[in-house]
């Protein structure tokens, strides 16, 4: 059976982006089907906003195209290109003097003409669209009045208002709580699915770039470095290098940024596994407490935080049977140091061996 092939109905090629002339990103690729979700990842000043302003008409390219549905959207007339692309910008909006439906109804503009009459049409979209959002019940209320989340909220609501084929939404999740940032991008990832919305976003939050995202594109060096899927982006160590990441550490397969560790030989040993011990080797980082831990299978859930945070780590390979050489190692390494810490409350058939660690450690007491 024959995959059929995919259609895009927006494209960027070659673009170029910058100011007075002088690029900032150079030579975007990029296409998208309807209902796929595209964010833009990268450091700051890397100029994942230049190319969003450029996308949506506020700056002019320096060079390439842009369009949507084979229409170049910096051809297009305001209005249409009002009804098929909605934008979401971070900058805090007035709204004074305005009612929260208010602000919602602005969203209808480009389909009401010169006058900007909402008709009984038009005013049931605003009314279905705030309930999608979940901002019915502050229809009344004084826009100023409202809390960031909400504000953002009700300027999704005035975006999804026009019905656009693509929204442009430039960190949509700044200034807001974790609610308000699962809420958003929720609404977003549903109306991708059920209304073929294409989206594309910048965000700082790579914990939910990951988990949001169809593709993604990483920007870096006045280039797209790359553009994958999540899968491909957030593997081995490509993150920290995306970022330059100079202290501390990142695991990409969790999106998972860890402190540095302590330096100097471990003066605690902890006795983990399945997760007991990520706790326990977090708060003697922030002592500032060099450690030991063991002995951990490497698919192990503490495995990764132990791997970035402890000095030495006494490990199997994993679903490997722990031998009696690891055993002997880490009690070698326990027995050097000035405290052990059993974060392991129960020792299964498994687990045997730090039980004997754990045993060991209370002889020596």
Do not use: W
């Amino acid at each position: 059976m024959m995959q059929q092939e995919e259609t895009y109905f927006f494209r960027i090629e070659q673009l170029t982006v910058g100011y007075q002339n002088v690029p900032v990103v150079r030579n975007v690729d990029v296409s998208l089907a309807q209902g796929e979700i595209l964010t833009l990842i990268g450091g700051n000043g890397a100029g994942k906003s230049t190319i969003l302003k450029s996308i949506m008409g506020q700056l002019k390219p320096l060079a390439g195209v842009v369009c949507l549905e084979e229409n170049s959207i910096h051809e297009m007339a305001a209005a249409k290109r009002a009804q098929d692309m909605a934008v979401v910008l971070t900058d805090r909006v007035k709204g004074d003097y305005m009612t929260c439906e208010d602000v919602v109804s602005m969203g209808r503009y480009p389909y009401t003409g010169t006058l900007g009459i909402l008709s009984p049409a038009d005013k049931e979209k605003v009314r279905q669209t705030m309930e999608l959002v979940g901002i019915a019940a502050l229809a009344d209320k004084d826009f100023s009045t409202l809390s960031d989340g909400q504000k953002q909220l009700t300027m999704l609501a005035r975006a999804l208002c026009q019905e656009p084929k693509l929204m442009i939404l430039d960190e949509p999740t700044s200034y807001l709580d974790m609610r308000y940032k699962l809420e958003l991008l929720t609404i977003l990832q549903r109306m991708a699915r059920e209304e073929k919305l294409m989206v594309i976003m910048s965000l700082h939050e790579l914990e939910l770039a990951q988990r949001v995202s169809d593709r993604i594109m990483c920007i870096k060096d006045g280039k797209v470095e790359r553009l994958g899927t999540a899968e491909d982006i957030f593997q081995g160590n490509y993150i920290a290098e995306l970022y330059d990441l100079r202290t501390g550490s990142y695991d990409g397969a969790e999106c998972r940024p860890e402190l540095p560790k302590a330096e100097g030989e471990p003066k605690v040993f902890v006795i983990a596994g399945g997760g007991s011990g990520a706790p326990v080797y977090r708060r003697l980082q922030r002592q500032g407490i060099p450690f030991a831990t063991g002995i951990l299978q490497k698919n192990d859930m503490d495995y990764p935080v132990a791997e970035k945070l402890a000095a030495r780590v006494v490990c199997v390979e994993a679903f490997a049977e722990i031998d009696e050489s690891a055993v002997q190692e880490a009690l070698a390494v326990m027995n050097s140091c000035e405290r052990v810490i059993c974060a392991v409350d129960r020792f299964g058939t498994q687990n045997q061996a730090n039980r004997r660690l754990l045993d060991g450690a209370k002889e020596k007491r």
